[in-house]
């Protein structure tokens, strides 16, 4: 088969998209909001310099920063977001000023017309432009001055021990003197006032703020441009237009295709397979996998329950010594490090296997790069609860504490560690590919792209080492959609998708030819709109208008491969059917099945659920990316990484015969409780929020006031059913994986006895 064509449509796709990804990444680095020189009042006195915003900005990073509430939308959804909540505290103190001082009574207290003039006032105050490009100065009035004063006072109470703040610390899971000097609380209010700022004020000659008039509050006339309305409703066309074109194409080729009738064989080819020493050697990364998953989903329960009780456990003290930042930082990050030490692994397992060859010292490589990942995780997660108990000053916090960038938090040296890693792993990959690349003709192309796609995860890990310890927010935020996107969104699933097709084709139920050319073209439809559709999550990250333009119609596109997710799911189920021998293999099958449901569902129909940018304009930090991001991360990546980890034991296992209750068991558990979490408590919090946002504002969705109302609450407690079943899920998968090792999970009969009569399920 001639794959010429698809080919050249794979590297168009990849080299243009990236081309138009790196030109708005210099134009975000030109239009970005300026850090000034010096703040000053029109009286000329100094309230901060830029070092004390760029400090502050590490403060905020050293006490978890994005998982504690949010800047810029991007973070924590139990605190607020702070410069939602900034902006509205700073625009009521100067109108009740104002007011006092021109009506003698507090702003709500005035008419609507007293009001009304005053908010004009307000309007130009606040979003007026003041930086000089010359000096490097921001000047703001004494009223805005004042109104820091008042405002670093109160986050001083809050985020060190005012005593008057002490519900509302515990409402935050802010526990008392997360900061811990005046000197670093002066900073961090200068950069919380910098980014705010930023939200409020025009950029030069236009009549949009930074941050595209984000987050939305009608005192300041920040509402959704008609940019946004535009591109959205294009992004919804661009999103027929190409389901239509894509289901028009798959009918052609499927007329066109000829009707062979499919020989699968008799028995299991992967019963011969014979494990090598380096294949033996991945047991142990699948072991601490399950572990890794169980103790992510305690964590993730620990976490829940911070919003109902914010400085507890059911009466235990558990803030003095697992911060709600810090049990979040760990949740979140060994969701990303067992999904990757589970696909990782997997490679290990399949290089040796495809090409029959394993080359010298494999076996002590994979040992050594086992406990250099064990040394990251365990390191990385040391060093993150030391950073936010603030036993790191700001430099060392860098390197081995907190970043405080969400999924991506653990220290500069440990994630320079961890790529040294990545590529150790793919040294190891190539080494026992290469042979295979060479002999083989009919797979050559489908082992170009299982290469190409293992070479894709260390370098889309790179990005995230391109920000330093005084990078511009803005920028910082760039290259971390790189790998939160890139990386963990786009490549794994290309590298998972290779790797399904190779052990398809391996049983012998999909012809190479077939797999290939189905590989290429999934591959490049998905990068097609998953490239550039990384500018979704930037709308509002000081960006220019043509991000907003780019992120909203490519996004869009990558809905449009979800639209085939059926047909995939039931080719599945239909191959987990094939021949009596497949079954053993119908759990592992049964994960890729659920893996299109939730490809459908959590990343296709709640992902456009708040990617165009007028729905994320007012969804942007609520808990409806909370939906999105448990049902596609674990639904999909999470389940993948399941499903591949028990392929690659099934192998591993050899001639044994799996007893599979527990099993079943645990994918019915855990997918039900993933949907029941959703369904009773996310979702409908979600939507709740949105409602109040596009109400009231952002401020008032995030706040205390409406996070802490008796309904809001029992959706929590509701979430616990959910939760309950997806843990006993988790909990029964991590057992039967160590009952491989211990027997219970075995029977005594081997498959070539009882491979006629086994009952697998």
């Known amino acids: 088969m001639n794959y010429r064509k698809l080919w050249i449509f794979l590297t168009l796709v990849i080299v243009i998209s990236f081309a138009v990804l790196g030109y708005y990444g210099g134009r975000i680095y030109q239009v970005m909001p300026p850090i000034p020189d010096r703040v000053v009042t029109e009286d000329g006195v100094e309230l901060f310099t830029k070092q004390d915003i760029l400090d502050g900005q590490n403060v905020w990073q050293s006490i978890g920063g994005q998982e504690v509430g949010s800047i810029w939308g991007h973070g924590a959804y139990l605190a607020p977001d702070w410069n939602a909540d900034w902006l509205h505290r700073e625009s009521l103190w100067i109108l009740n000023k104002w007011s006092q001082a021109q009506f003698d009574a507090n702003f709500d207290d005035i008419n609507d017309e007293q009001q009304a003039q005053l908010l004009v006032r307000l309007k130009k105050e606040m979003r007026t432009n003041t930086y000089n490009e010359e000096t490097k100065e921001l000047v703001i009035s004494n009223d805005r001055m004042e109104a820091y004063q008042n405002l670093s006072r109160y986050y001083a109470g809050l985020f060190m021990d005012d005593p008057d703040l002490a519900d509302l610390r515990d409402h935050y899971s802010i526990p008392k003197n997360t900061v811990k000097t005046q000197e670093r609380m002066d900073d961090l209010n200068a950069f919380f006032f910098w980014s705010t700022w930023a939200t409020a004020t025009n950029r030069p000659g236009e009549d949009i703020t930074y941050t595209n008039n984000w987050p939305n509050e009608e005192l300041i006339g920040n509402r959704p441009t008609g940019e946004m309305v535009v591109w959205s409703v294009i992004s919804f066309v661009a999103l027929l237009a190409g389901v239509g074109a894509l289901v028009w194409y798959f009918a052609a080729q499927r007329h066109k295709e000829p009707h062979i009738e499919e020989v699968y064989p008799e028995k299991d080819p992967l019963l011969a397979l014979k494990p090598t020493p380096s294949m033996k050697a991945t047991l142990k990364y699948f072991w601490v996998?399950?572990?890794?998953?169980?103790?992510?989903?305690?964590?993730?329960?620990?976490?829940?329950?911070?919003?109902?009780?914010?400085?507890?456990?059911?009466?235990?003290?558990?803030?003095?010594?697992?911060?709600?930042?810090?049990?979040?930082?760990?949740?979140?990050?060994?969701?990303i490090l067992w999904i990757a030490t589970a696909w990782l692994a997997t490679g290990l397992f399949m290089a040796p296997a495809v090409?029959?060859?394993?080359?010298?010292?494999?076996?002590?490589?994979?040992?050594?790069?086992?406990?250099?990942?064990?040394?990251?995780?365990?390191?990385?997660?040391?060093?993150?609860?030391?950073?936010?108990?603030?036993?790191?000053?700001?430099?060392?916090?860098?390197?081995?504490?907190?970043?405080?960038?969400?999924?991506?938090?653990?220290?500069?040296?440990?994630?320079?560690?961890?790529?040294?890693?990545?590529?150790?792993?793919?040294?190891?990959?190539?080494?026992?590919?290469?042979?295979?690349?060479?002999?083989?003709?009919?797979?050559?192309?489908?082992?170009?792209?299982?290469?190409?796609?293992?070479?894709?995860?260390?370098?889309?890990?790179?990005?995230?080492?391109?920000?330093?310890?005084?990078?511009?927010?803005?920028?910082?935020?760039?290259?971390?959609?790189?790998?939160?996107?890139?990386?963990?969104?786009?490549?794994?699933?290309?590298?998972?998708?290779?790797?399904?097709?190779?052990?398809?084709?391996?049983?012998?139920?999909?012809?190479?030819?077939?797999?290939?050319?189905?590989?290429?073209?999934?591959?490049?439809?998905?990068?097609?709109?998953?490239?550039?559709?990384?500018?979704?999550?930037?709308?509002?990250?000081?960006?220019?208008?043509?991000?907003?333009?780019?992120?909203?119609?490519?996004?869009?596109?990558?809905?449009?491969?979800?639209?085939?997710?059926?047909?995939?799911?039931?080719?599945?189920?239909?191959?987990?059917?094939?021949?009596?021998?497949?079954?053993?293999?119908?759990?592992?099958?049964?994960?890729?099945?659920?893996?299109?449901?939730?490809?459908?569902?959590?990343?296709?129909?709640?992902?456009?659920?708040?990617?165009?940018?007028?729905?994320?304009?007012?969804?942007?930090?609520?808990?409806?990316?909370?939906?999105?991001?448990?049902?596609?991360?674990?639904?999909?990546?999470?389940?993948?990484?399941?499903?591949?980890?028990?392929?690659?034991?099934?192998?591993?296992?050899?001639?044994?015969?799996?007893?599979?209750?527990?099993?079943?068991?645990?994918?019915?558990?855990?997918?039900?409780?993933?949907?029941?979490?959703?369904?009773?408590?996310?979702?409908?919090?979600?939507?709740?929020?949105?409602?109040?946002?596009?109400?009231?504002?952002?401020?008032?969705?995030?706040?205390?006031?409406?996070?802490?109302?008796?309904?809001?609450?029992?959706?929590?407690?509701?979430?616990?059913?959910?939760?309950?079943?997806?843990?006993?899920?988790?909990?029964?998968?991590?057992?039967?994986?160590?009952?491989?090792?211990?027997?219970?999970?075995?029977?005594?009969?081997?498959?070539?006895?009882?491979?006629?009569?086994?009952?697998?399920?």
């Open 289 to 335: 996998v399950a572990a890794m998953i169980v103790f992510q989903i305690g964590l993730g329960a620990i976490t829940a329950h911070y919003n109902v009780e914010g400085s507890g456990f059911y009466g235990i003290p558990l803030q003095e010594w697992l911060p709600y930042s810090v049990a979040r930082t760990w949740h979140t990050q060994l969701g």
């Open 355 to 761: 090409s029959g060859y394993e080359p010298k010292f494999q076996r002590g490589l994979v040992n050594f790069l086992f406990v250099a990942l064990l040394i990251i995780v365990v390191g990385s997660m040391a060093g993150q609860w030391m950073g936010v108990n603030q036993k790191f000053g700001n430099q060392t916090n860098f390197w081995f504490g907190h970043q405080g960038y969400e999924y991506v938090d653990l220290g500069r040296f440990w994630q320079l560690f961890l790529t040294v890693g990545l590529f150790l792993w793919l040294y190891l990959m190539g080494r026992a590919l290469l042979p295979a690349i060479k002999k083989s003709k009919e797979d050559r192309h489908l082992l170009i792209m299982f290469f190409i796609a293992a070479t894709a995860i260390p370098v889309f890990y790179i990005p995230g080492l391109m920000w330093g310890q005084h990078t511009h927010l803005a920028m910082a935020e760039y290259w971390r959609w790189w790998v939160v996107h890139l990386w963990v969104e786009g490549f794994f699933e290309v590298f998972a998708t290779v790797v399904i097709a190779f052990l398809f084709t391996r049983m012998g139920l999909l012809r190479t030819g077939t797999a290939t050319a189905s590989v290429l073209f999934s591959t490049s439809i998905f990068l097609f709109g998953g490239i550039i559709g990384t500018f979704h999550h930037l709308y509002f990250s000081g960006t220019p208008i043509g991000v907003l333009a780019f992120g909203a119609t490519f996004s869009a596109l990558e809905v449009v491969p979800l639209v085939l997710i059926g047909f995939e799911a039931y080719e599945n189920l239909t191959l987990s059917r094939a021949k009596h021998w497949v079954k053993g293999y119908k759990w592992p099958i049964y994960c890729f099945v659920a893996v299109a449901f939730w490809n459908l569902v959590g990343a296709g129909l709640f992902g456009f659920f708040i990617n165009p940018p007028i729905a994320l304009y007012y969804m942007q930090g609520l808990n409806t990316t909370a939906v999105h991001g448990h049902t596609a991360l674990f639904g999909v990546y999470g389940l993948l990484g399941i499903g591949l980890m028990l392929f690659c034991l099934k192998g591993l296992t050899g001639q044994k015969v799996w007893k599979t209750k527990l099993l079943r068991f645990a994918f019915w558990a855990i997918n039900i409780g993933l949907a029941l979490m959703v369904l009773l408590s996310l979702l409908p919090i979600g939507l709740m929020q949105t409602w109040a946002s596009v109400e009231h504002g952002m401020w008032y969705a995030r706040s205390e006031e409406f996070l802490h109302q008796d309904i809001i609450h029992t959706f929590h407690w509701f979430r616990v059913i959910g939760d309950t079943i997806f843990a006993i899920g988790a909990f029964a998968l991590g057992w039967f994986v160590l009952g491989l090792k211990t027997g219970w999970s075995i029977k005594k009969e081997t498959n070539n006895l009882k491979q006629s009569t086994e009952n697998y399920d």
